[in-house]
DNA sequence: ACTATTATTTATCAAATGGTAAATAATTAC
DNA sequence: GTAATTATTTACCATTTGATAAATAATAGT
């Protein structure tokens, strides 16, 4: 079994035909370091299951970058806004490490969701955790400050952090690299 | 057809079994001005529909609270997380209003999720929908300064904002109530 | 190894926001 | 209607963070 169809299961635990129909229309793809997964402006459609590498999701204002989140092995990720609605996506992605990726289409992912309930399940449940990943970060933005979220992103992201960046660090947290250098350095 | 189920529609079309069931497991409960609706280090038991009224979810630190989001008519809300793993609730809600709710069991809609695949349909389309609102909320907080994000609020809440304080405005924005007054002024 | 490029740190001053306190305004209870 | 309570505004000063610039450190390309 693939480390994607494993991370399904963990979610739902997926009948053999609909599992079997789902890794049909999987297709992988390698990215560069530096590659764009997907620009701002262009209509996401596939969601992505990390098999190696390393990507930052963002968005762009007045020339500055803000780090929604970044995706390591073994997780999914999709620019869930452009995916649903199948419009024009505010978020960009981009490979920080040459990464591959499992790909799987939003069109038949619909149409799988239609058709097996337990495909319908793993969904629901893949969503579901993505909400309390969110309503966490929520809380941590208007709960706590700059040193307190820095210090609370290196123990979430201990596995990954010595390959991000300061300065990536900096837009996830949502303050200048500047200041994140000063916070970091003033212990 | 009641609100509720005109809302449940509106994310998959419920069958005629499945919405007789989900019906049959509603309860109808009025909260006054003040109640708490859930406290924090409970565990959520209900998804919850506003048929009338007003309620905040918010965290509570250093005796400051934290709202994460007004819900009024026609909106459903819970504590997803203590809802999802049925753990002790790091949010509380409040009435702001006398406030009218249905309540949908966590164990009945769990269960319900299994048997139909037109409700696991709609909860996972209601749970994408509150995903992209918490990623703009997200994308605001990093890009925007207080005051954007005040007038933003105001905009995206223009039919209740006369039914909510400033200090309650505040809370959300992640300022303090002198800071929003001074922003609001100062035009 | 050397150069160019990129990343990080340091510094200075300006702007935004917080903490505290007090004044004023609005609302509620009797 | 008046007093009590609650909400909002204003003011002052401290702290945090931003903007800009420059210095230093680390990395990559040749």
Avoid at 71 to 94: D, G, H, K, R
Avoid at 127 to 133: E, G, R
Wanted: hydrophobic content about 40%; aromatic content about 12%.
């Amino acid at each position: 079994m693939t480390d994607f169809q494993q991370f399904c299961n963990q979610f739902s635990e997926l009948n053999e035909l609909a599992s079997l129909e789902l890794v049909q229309t999987l297709k992988t793809k390698t990215f560069q370091k530096g590659d764009f997964i997907l620009k701002s402006g262009m209509v996401c459609k596939h969601f992505y299951f990390v098999n190696s590498g390393l990507v930052k999701m963002f968005s762009t204002k007045d020339d500055k970058e803000f780090i929604v989140r970044f995706f390591s092995e073994n997780l999914m990720f999709t620019a869930f806004e452009s995916y649903l609605t199948q419009t024009a996506s505010n978020f960009a992605i981009i490979a920080l490490e040459t990464t591959t990726v499992t790909l799987v289409s939003q069109k038949k992912l619909e149409e799988l969701c239609k058709k097996h309930h337990s495909i319908e399940t793993f969904f629901r449940k893949l969503v579901s955790v993505a909400t309390l990943k969110m309503t966490k970060r929520i809380r941590e933005m208007l709960e706590e400050n700059a040193t307190n979220r820095y210090n609370q992103f290196m123990i979430d992201n201990d596995l990954i952090v010595q390959r991000i960046s300061l300065g990536e660090i900096a837009k996830y947290v949502g303050i200048t690299q500047q200041s994140l250098s000063r916070i970091r350095n003033q212990k």
